[in-house]
């Protein structure tokens, strides 16, 4: 219930017309009875110390879900990227980098991405922590470029993991992957390389959508092909002998499984009743809320929650740490196949979880992360 640091910073940063202005910036590190403290930094305008707080303890369950040696943390500036020059970002990340020095470090707390930050950012971070450290040290964050200590998979990873879990989950519901007719909502990173993979096992990737629309072929998209036309026209809409359709309509189609991996909520009170779908893979962050979820639990879809079904990008970013830690470079098909053998698992033990308690699979998934997180706290004990 209670965040072990709570950490509010205040970053002057000179603008471009010589002014200063002073952003504000948070690390919260909820718990690392587990190891050390690992979670995204956001640049997002309205970030402030309660949403950096939640994401900090979802990070502590997720790790603990994926049975990583990691707690759990968040961090966060409230600006607008899109309004900064790339000098004036790389100034406040450098400073804020710099506020927060003291408590992060490859065995103390490990930052990444997040909402508006990306390998650039990183590669700041590692820079400014290194000088200051005086000494090179890609150990300190992940998702950095490839070039400089980043992994090889990170890319594609949270998309097969969310396409991993609903290839077990139908497994588990003896259903098969095979000529399984799944629509993804979002066609982004997760969205994209989930129906890539979901297209390559052979199933049917019957629809997908993006911000400006739907495309359904009830025979199945050549995903290869659609992410070409996405590349090339910067849409889904207009794909070559597809009908479009809203997003809600991809909500609504006879499908067998869905993956929304667009947003937060697009499966909510009003969404929910005409999902027909038998499996629910969330790529995105809570795209199911509250009140839906227990709709679809009396509906008896198998939902596999975000904090497994997304967990493909930490699981990676843990290699990426280990790999920079010894200094080594693992190709491609290791990576994934080492994150694949733990997502695996990872279902296997919410699954059991949520036979144990009789419960769904994301109060199984949240069981288990408590048991896991409270057994070491109780063998850690409280000291001093
Ligand atoms: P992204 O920006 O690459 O893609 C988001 C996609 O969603 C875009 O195609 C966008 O057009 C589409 N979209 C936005 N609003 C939509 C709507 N209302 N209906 C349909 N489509 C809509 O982002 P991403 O990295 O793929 O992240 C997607 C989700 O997955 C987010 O919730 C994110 O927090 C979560 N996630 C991502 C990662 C990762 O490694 N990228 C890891 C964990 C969780």
Redesign the pocket.
């Known amino acids: 219930m209670y965040p072990k640091v709570q950490l509010t910073v205040s970053i002057p940063v000179r603008m471009r017309d010589g002014s200063v202005r002073t952003f504000i910036g948070y690390r919260v590190q909820h718990s690392n009875a587990r190891g050390p403290y690992k979670g995204g930094i956001r640049y997002y305008p309205t970030t402030d110390l309660d949403e950096v707080t939640a994401l900090a303890m979802l990070m502590t369950y997720k790790c603990a879900v994926v049975d990583l040696p990691y707690g759990g943390a968040k961090g966060g500036v409230a600006c607008n990227p899109k309004e900064l020059t790339r000098d004036e970002l790389e100034r406040l990340t450098r400073r804020y980098t710099y506020m927060i020095y003291d408590i992060i470090g490859p065995y103390k707390d490990i930052p990444a991405?997040?909402?508006y930050t990306d390998a650039q950012v990183m590669a700041w971070i590692m820079d400014t922590y290194s000088q200051l450290a005086g000494r090179q040290t890609p150990e300190v964050v992940t998702g950095k470029p490839v070039a400089l200590g980043g992994s090889e998979g990170?890319e594609e990873?949270?998309?097969l993991g969310t396409a991993i879990g609903l290839r077990e989950a139908a497994k588990a519901l003896n259903m098969g992957i095979k000529g399984l007719r799944v629509a993804v909502?979002?066609?982004?990173?997760?969205?994209?390389y989930a129906a890539m993979y979901l297209h390559e096992w052979g199933a049917k990737v019957v629809a997908v959508?993006?911000?400006?629309?739907?495309v359904y072929n009830p025979e199945g998209l050549n995903v290869p092909k659609l992410i070409e036309h996405?590349k090339r026209t910067g849409?889904?809409l207009g794909f070559e002998g597809a009908k479009e359709i809203t997003?809600e309509e991809?909500l609504h189609l006879d499908v067998d499984a869905l993956v929304p991996?667009?947003?937060?909520g697009?499966i909510n009170a009003r969404t929910v009743h005409d999902v027909k779908a038998k499996i629910v893979s969330e790529?995105?962050?809570?795209?199911v809320t509250s009140d839906a979820d227990r709709v679809l639990s009396e509906k008896g879809v198998f939902v596999v929650p975000?904090i497994l079904a997304?967990?493909?990008?930490?699981t990676v970013s843990y290699f990426e740490w280990v790999q920079n830690l010894k200094r080594e470079k693992w190709t491609k098909e290791e990576v994934l196949a080492k994150m694949e053998a733990k997502l695996v698992r990872a279902f296997h033990d919410v699954l059991n979880t949520s036979r144990r308690y009789a419960v769904s699979s994301r109060m199984g998934a949240m069981c288990l992360a408590v048991e896991r997180v409270c057994e070491a706290i109780k063998l850690l004990n409280i000291w001093p």
Do not use: C, I, M
């Not at 909502?185 to 994209?192: A, I, L, P, R, Y």
């Open positions: 991405p997040d909402v990170r990873a949270t998309g909502e979002g066609f982004g990173n997760v969205g994209s959508s993006d911000s400006k629309g739907g996405k849409t889904v997003d991809l991996a667009a947003v937060e697009t790529g995105a962050n809570g795209p975000d997304n967990a493909g990008g930490v």
